[in-house]
């Protein structure tokens, strides 16, 4: 009776999984209690243990259990459940439901399945009048059925809302994401492009930094230097890991290759192999010259000869050698079908292709760690092309038209007719939704008349889009946790050895990326903390490379929330509109009266927008003397209004042109980089084809990143782009 007056019974195995009372259990439990009465019915806990009786306030029979769309699915290593858009939705149609239903006399249930009968009238009950009664029992009756009436079409309403939301949900994130928060940064002690330009190497754990003859690997998690592994080779370059090992090709001062395995705890050789005296004549071991297939789970080299050599990680042992047909040269070539290896590598499996000219293409799949063959499959015979690509989780096979996509078991997910002029290929796969990017070109012949790029979203059972995002010509779509996250157009983000690119004055803004979530929403354009390179996945953060004084910095950014509204998008990284100065009013008309040239303003109408986001001021000025003397002209740039002091700082950081300049060989060419007060950096910047040098400065004031940029390099110049510059930094 206590209980009953409370409303509710806490049960300590409900309790123990966060629930209390009458609460309902998360999408992947059976959802049996969607209406709660008084009688008691045995729930379902979590892991399939029994929740015990609840009472229930409706006493409506238990529902059919709901089969959520992506239900079987494990959720990804390190992911946290989060509430999702039916679970948050289901809440508010019960918590209306029971208001609805309360006082509804109970349904009927076989015995033992409802609550107890109710009981008789009250002794009060009785004690009114006959006319008391029927006016009592006429106003009841009435009411009754209108509010029966309304809670049956209520009803019919939630239990649809409850199993389209309930079932149609993945645990995914209910807000698209919008931000990019910093999980760690690390910094190399020497710029890494001086003096080695190699890519870094990353997985979902680890990131291996080339730096000349010593590599720095860290732990993607946490951002700590796991070990430095040094080399004495002419160049080491890091070709994967494997079982805590990193795998490496050096080449010594002889030109010749080699491959090594380090330990990644400390550092340590664990093993060196060298040619063979018969390789160096095109036999032997010649497969040490290449780099090796990046597998989890083992080590897998191509020989030249057709061959594929397994090497155990931790010792360098020969696990097995197969002459692979797939890898054998074609008696007859044609013009799409070259002598190189037709393979490739997910996380477990070597996957092989076999393509020659009058055969059927046959697709081959190998474990890494034994040389077995794990499935095989017929494609039929190809007319003009056929491609293999491998991700991760995926598969995909183009013959002729026809993109066809397998998981590593072996189970076909979907196939996709391509049009006339565009390729297919997959990017991941999650929860039985495939992720494909496709290529639309002028010609399919020539990669350079690419015209657009498209990512489609497509359910693996049906074969049904379950979306479809255009994508920029920069980057690839690729699954980062719980979002899809690709390296977005932005003047800040460079590849390559470009970094140059950022000192330009005249630009604006940092790097950024484009965010989409698993039901489509999509943010396009999301700054980086930095300008820089995007330098890849790691798990569920995003990796970016930027240049500084004195040493390279690798930012691993995690996609989030904020809440963004019409004067602060989510382009601005936080700031508002508003607070974007109007460029043309930053210098003033005391110091242009003090420069002497008569000065007019050339507002920039482009600049006005900047990542897409509008604002009320243009962010670049030019001015000009009257008398139409190219020597006077001179440009304010509004670069970034960033969130705070020392986020103006970063950015700052990572724009100024360090190092030698790539694009000048014969020694090392400098900025010759000045600082004449805190926060103001002079330097010579290059532009066009010959090269031409030009005065810049960057400025960071508080929030503010402003750009100064002349067209020469005068001595005269020079002077009037400090003065506008020591302006600024006031």
Known sequence: MRAERRGRVEDPAVRGHGHSGARLPHREELHEEVLQGEG?????????????????????????????????????????????????????????????LHGIPRWRLPPGRGPPALPVASRDTRMLTDREKRGSGMVSTSARRVRHAGCGVLLGVSLLALAAGDGGTSGRPLERPNTLQVAWSFQTPVRALDVSDLPAVLNDRMLAIPQGKTVSVVDT??????????????????????????????????????????DLATGRRLWHRTPSPAARQGKGDAWLATAPLRLDSGAVFWAGDGRLVGLAPRTGAVRWTKR?????????????????????????????????PGRPAELQVMDPETGELVWKKKLGRWRESVRLSAVRDAIGVTVDDELRVFTESGEELLRRKEGRTSELWPVGEDGGVVYLSELRYGSKSDPGSLRSRTLHAVRADTGKTLWTRSQGLVGNDEPAGDVLAAEADADGGYGGNLRWSVGDARLQGPGASSLTDAAGRRSTRVPWPVAGTFVGLSGQLIVVRSEERDGTRYTALRPGHRAVDEERPAALGGAGRRDWPDACRLVGARLLSELGRDYVELPVASSRTVLGARLPHPSVCRFAGKSGSVDDVFSVTVRWVAPDPEAARTYTASVIPWGCNPWLGGGCTTAEITQPRHGVYLYTYRVNLKQDRVAHATVVSGRYVFGVSAGNDKAETRRLVRRVAMHLSR
């Open 324 to 356: 692979i047909p797939a890898l054998t040269p074609c008696e007859k070539s044609e013009p799409d079908n070259s002598a190189s290896p037709n393979a490739a590598a997910t996380a477990d499996r070597v996957v092989l292709l076999e393509r020659c």
């Open 40 to 100: 008691h019915h045995a729930g379902t806990g979590r892991a399939g243990q029994p929740v015990g009786d609840v009472p229930c306030r409706a006493g409506l029979p238990r529902l059919r259990p709901v089969r959520p769309l992506r239900a079987g699915r494990k959720r990804r290593h390190g992911s946290r459940s989060r509430p999702t858009r039916g679970t948050v939705r289901g809440d508010r149609l019960r918590r209306a439901l029971r208001g609805c």
């Open 221 to 262: 998690r946490n951002g700590r230097l796991l070990s430095t592994l040094h080399s004495s080779a002419r160049t080491f370059t890091p070709g994967g890991f494997s079982d805590g090992v990193l795998l490496a090709v050096e080449q010594g001062h002889d030109m010749r290759n080699s491959v090594s395995a380090y």
